[in-house]
């Protein structure tokens, strides 16, 4: 095997382009991934504008892949070169205390944009290291295509997360603000949990059919008036028990939205993880700090359990997120393609995948 290889490395503000890089070394423990898949997220044009992560400065970028293993470490148990595998979005570091206590997601330590390891590149890359690969790698069933396995490892399992702290009881009416391919998965993932009205903000034709075929019950355009009176229309006057934030603009509007449409008592969940203002809520919408309201960010869960299981509601045949997929490319020579379309904020564009 080669020392070195391509990756599509961030160099500063406004700054990434194809670069030779080392092929990371292995530890006992760690697999080495060749991706056969690879999907643009906001969250990667994002970084690249405004380099807001340091210690991904140097390094190839990217989050969201599938591959086949090419190597793996000596202690790795459960995996074997070739096997078809998700490949970890978050990169939770499971080998301090604190995984213990069930908080190995926020350390996300073996992530490129946070570990200090220079040789920690993300999923743009002709392989990729993954530490911990029997913790953090999940095998892909027969029955599931890369194109379906890849919508796992961010938009499904964003979604499902944020769905999982929204706290939704049989029967509970639910609104998602924003129905990109995130939210269009905490549309399924809330209709499995057995919301009954589930009222989904958004205004693009194609993901508002989409947010139907997932189970959406109402729909509110916000281009048409303002959205806290037409989701008390939907709802017939009855406050949200709980409201998913999935859309990054507008952030003050998006937060006082929810808080406002949400029961005493009820949760807000935020999944977006970059707004371009900073947030705020008017404390009317909390009683002065006398009416208990839950506020929770939501960063995703990840690692091999949790990918599992979301696999396996793939293979049954419960979801198919392959539907979020509307732009394919061949070669990692166009993924510069797939990542000006995120870019273009087009609204035919749901989530762009680079065949490689």
Not at 329 to 351: C, N, T, Y
Request: aromatic letters at 8%.
């Amino acid at each position: 095997m080669p020392e070195s290889m391509r990756g599509y490395v961030l160099h500063g503000k406004d700054d990434a382009s194809w670069s030779d890089v080392p092929i990371p070394p292995l530890g006992p423990y760690d697999a080495l991934v060749r991706p056969t898949a690879v999907a643009t997220c906001t969250t990667d044009v994002h970084l690249i504008a405004a380099a807001s992560f340091p210690n991904a400065i140097g390094k190839p970028i990217g989050h969201e892949a599938v591959g086949v293993i090419a190597r793996v470490g000596d202690r790795v148990k459960d995996f074997a070169p070739g096997d078809r595998v998700v490949m970890s979005a978050g990169g939770p570091d499971w080998r301090i205390p604190q995984a213990q206590r069930g908080e190995a997601k926020y350390h996300p330590n073996n992530m490129a944009y946070f570990s200090e390891d220079p040789l920690q590149g993300g999923m743009f890359g002709e392989y990729v290291r993954a530490p911990d690969a029997d913790l953090s790698l999940a095998h892909i069933p027969d029955a599931v295509t890369d194109e379906q396995a890849l919508m796992v490892p961010d938009m499904v399992a964003t979604g499902f997360t944020g769905v999982e702290r929204m706290h939704i009881d049989f029967g509970d009416t639910i609104v998602i603000l924003g129905i990109g391919p995130v939210g269009l998965m905490a549309v399924a993932a809330a209709s499995m949990r057995g919301a009954a009205r589930i009222v989904v903000v958004g205004s693009r034709p194609n993901t508002v059919e989409l947010a139907r075929a997932y189970g959406a019950t109402h729909v509110v355009d916000y281009t048409k008036g303002p959205v806290t009176d037409a989701v008390l229309a939907a709802t017939e006057g009855a406050l949200a028990d709980s409201v998913l934030v999935a859309s990054g603009g507008g952030a003050s509007e998006q937060f006082s939205t929810a808080m406002r449409i949400v029961k005493p008592g009820g949760h807000v969940a935020v999944v977006s993880l970059f707004f371009e203002e900073e947030v705020s809520i008017p404390l009317d919408v909390w009683a002065y700090g006398g009416l208990e309201r839950f506020l929770t960010g939501v960063f995703v869960l990840t690692g091999r359990e949790f990918y599992t299981r979301l696999l396996r509601l793939i293979e049954v045949g419960r979801l198919d997120p392959s539907p979020l997929v509307t732009h394919r490319f061949q070669g990692w020579d166009r993924l510069e393609d797939a990542l000006d379309l995120m870019r273009s904020r087009a609204p035919e564009v749901i989530k762009p995948i680079v065949v490689v």
